[in-house]
T-cell receptor, first 116, second 114 residues
Framework: AQKVTQAQTEISVVEKEDVTLDCVYE???????LFWYKQPPSGELVFLIR??????QNEISGRYSWNFQKSTSSFNFTITASQVVDSAVYFC?????????????FGPGTSLSVIP | GAVVSQHPSWVICKSGTSVKIECRSL??????MFWYRQFPKQSLMLMAT?????????EQGVEKDKFLINHASLTLSTLTVTSAHPEDSSFYIC??????????FGNGTRLTVT
């Protein structure tokens, strides 16, 4: 069975600090997809990244970076120089199977507060 | 722009009434849509997979007679909360498959049952 764990329930940082959100997943499949979504207070889900299980390259997108390590089943997300607008709940998610179109299971989420 | 539209954004209803929530894929055909439920400060829990032209597949613990799902066309899935009670108050979010693209989510419907 698939499972996603986000051990950090809430994190508070001061603006401009770097912050890493942890994600650990469990799956029996060799082919799977991992995602990060952002949910601001308004409620909509904002897609941040999708990574398949065969691509362990780390990725950087502006102030965002992701560290995928299959050996530890982790897919951590780092925000560099955090800003107040980064305050939101962040969900790590997992989809098993050949495509990323199968049902997506979400972790419990990490609530990030960036203090000015 | 948005590729999945969900309506209404919020609804307040009286206990015992039924509420219908619509999820539309705007510029693509979605053979499969997913319905999630999110309680305050909790994660999204998958309720069911909606399949066009066939019965929905419900997750364990979700009452199919309570949460009726109809996927009558390739661009529309509806979730009807029947005989709603205060404990059904929640944030309901739909999502749809789009070819060669991550899952797209609607903006959610906040249901309050009084």
């Amino acid at each position: 069975a698939q499972k996603v764990t986000q051990a950090q329930t809430e994190i508070s940082v001061v603006e401009k600090e770097d912050v890493t959100l942890d994600c650990v997943y469990e799956t029996r499949d060799t082919t799977y997809y991992l995602f990060w979504y952002k949910q601001p207070p308004s409620g909509e889900l904002v897609f941040l990244i999708r990574r398949n299980s065969f691509d362990e390259q780390n990725e950087i997108s502006g102030r965002y970076s992701w560290n995928f390590q299959k050996s530890t089943s982790s897919f951590n997300f780092t925000i560099t120089a955090s800003q107040v607008v980064d305050s939101a709940v962040y969900f790590c998610a997992l989809s098993e199977g050949e495509t990323s179109y199968d049902k997506v299971i979400f972790g419990p989420g990490t609530s990030l507060s960036v203090i000015p | 722009g948005a590729v999945v539209s969900q309506h209404p954004s919020w609804v307040i209803c009286k206990s015992g009434t039924s509420v219908k929530i619509e999820c539309r894929s705007l510029d693509f055909q979605a053979t499969t849509m997913f319905w999630y439920r999110q309680f305050p400060k909790q994660s999204l829990m998958l309720m069911a997979t909606s399949n066009e032209g066939s019965k929905a597949t419900y997750e364990q613990g979700v009452e199919k007679d309570k949460f009726l799902i109809n996927h009558a066309s390739l661009t529309l899935s509806t979730l009807t909360v029947t005989s709603a009670h205060p404990e059904d108050s929640s944030f309901y979010i739909c999502s749809a498959r789009r070819p060669n693209s991550p899952l797209h989510f609607g903006n959610g419907t906040r249901l309050t049952v009084t």
